[in-house]
């Protein structure tokens, strides 16, 4: 593979990449940049642990070359908020306590920010639609629905 320097935006900052433009863009969040919100799972693009928004869109970084993200907007679970002021999705994740391991969390936090950008007051079955690719082996799919609804302001009471 010969390595080619690539531009990419990511979370707003603009970086030059000397990497192969066959490199999957998770390589690079996580080797180059230190970026460690989106992980490493099935490597195949199925289980969404390495989702990030590509213009506003849910996408599977392991999957994706660099090389087709050249003049989009990247952003990682990093670049949505700070943990002094996290982004409201997050905050309702944290609210709600959606998670056990944490592992799956990157990627159902970067689909349900994608999901509530097309459809900021989805129902319970768009929200599970939206989230179906997403796996979660440690059983919180309900603390997941949950924080859903709430970061699309239709849950307000916290979880008991």
Known sequence: ???????????GRIHDIAAARETPLLYVLRNDLA???PKYGCGLGECGTCTVLIDGSAARSCVIPISGCVGRDIVTLEGLGTRDRPDPVQQAFIDEQASQCGYCL???????????AINPR???QEALAALRYNLCRCGTHVEILRAVMRASGQLTEAAD
């Open 106 to 116: 990157n990627g159902m936090i970067m689909t349900t920010k994608a999901l509530l």
């Open 35 to 37: 970026l460690n919100g």
């Open 122 to 124: 989805p129902t319970e």
């Open 1 to 11: 593979m010969t390595q080619t320097p690539i531009r990419l935006t990511v979370n």
